[in-house]
């Protein structure tokens, strides 16, 4: 879970939601010198300004190649994201695992990077995952991310030929405000991003959900100017 110092241009797969998170992480793996190559995916969230905010990240970041995977997980739905049924809760973040987590998405996503992983013959995929202000979602875990790292590392051709997968999650032990911190050292426009549950089409953030209010308090905590339009 460890970037290391130099890559030497090696290619890397960059998850990226179009969130703060996973822009910082784009970040964080561009300066470690990856050639980065960005998958989104479109599982029909609700908050679907976050995959052009994702487009706008890449290139601002200089991603050498950003592609988008459509898979619509409301055909299972059961979150908040994927069902409008289901209310995002604007009530302050709560105890338990909220209704805006979404079944099994970072184990399909990561799947899907390690899928292209294998394509590009790279052996490096980042995901900005983080398990201390977050929302309690299972798999942003440390457990979770060696996990997946060990099962990536026997599932492919290229594990059986020698290759070793790393898996690295730079933020998974940092605060809101230190990843904040981190990526305005690494030139990150965060006015670029996007991390609202029910954003508005055009990005416009609502300011009271669980993600918009540890966003606003990472900012605060960072003394960095927040860039985010909030409506509300």
């Not at 969230?45 to 898979?71: F, I, T, W, Y």
């Not at 604007?90 to 292209?116: E, F, K």
């Not at 670029?192 to 609502?206: K, M, P, R």
């Amino acid at each position: 879970m460890h970037t290391p110092p130099d890559s030497h241009g090696q290619r890397a797969v960059v998850l990226l939601s179009g969130g703060l998170d996973s822009a910082t992480t784009l970040a964080i793996a561009r300066a470690a010198g990856f050639e980065c190559h960005c998958l989104s995916v479109d599982y029909g969230q609700r908050h679907r300004a976050e995959l052009d905010a994702a487009a706008a990240v890449a290139a601002a970041l200089g991603a050498a190649d950003h592609r988008v995977v459509s898979l619509s997980l409301e055909v299972f739905g059961g979150s908040a994201l994927t069902d409008v049924a289901i209310a995002v809760p604007v009530d302050g973040v709560q105890s338990g695992i909220p209704v805006t987590y979404v079944p099994a998405r970072n184990t399909i996503m990561l799947s899907l990077a390690l899928a292209w992983a294998e394509v590009l013959e790279s052996c490096d995929i980042f995901v900005g995952v983080n398990a201390v202000d977050y929302s309690g979602y299972p798999d942003c875990r440390p457990e979770y991310i060696t996990a997946f790292e060990s099962m990536a590392r026997l599932a492919t051709k290229a594990a059986v030929e020698g290759a070793v997968l790393h898996l690295h999650a730079p933020l998974i032990n940092l605060g809101k405000a230190q990843i904040i911190q981190l990526g305005a050292e690494l030139g990150v426009n965060y006015a670029l991003t996007v991390s609202c549950y029910q954003a508005d089409s055009a990005g416009g953030a609502c300011g009271v959900c669980d993600s918009c209010r540890l966003r606003r308090a990472g900012f605060v905590a960072a003394a960095v100017p927040d860039p985010t339009r909030y409506t509300a």
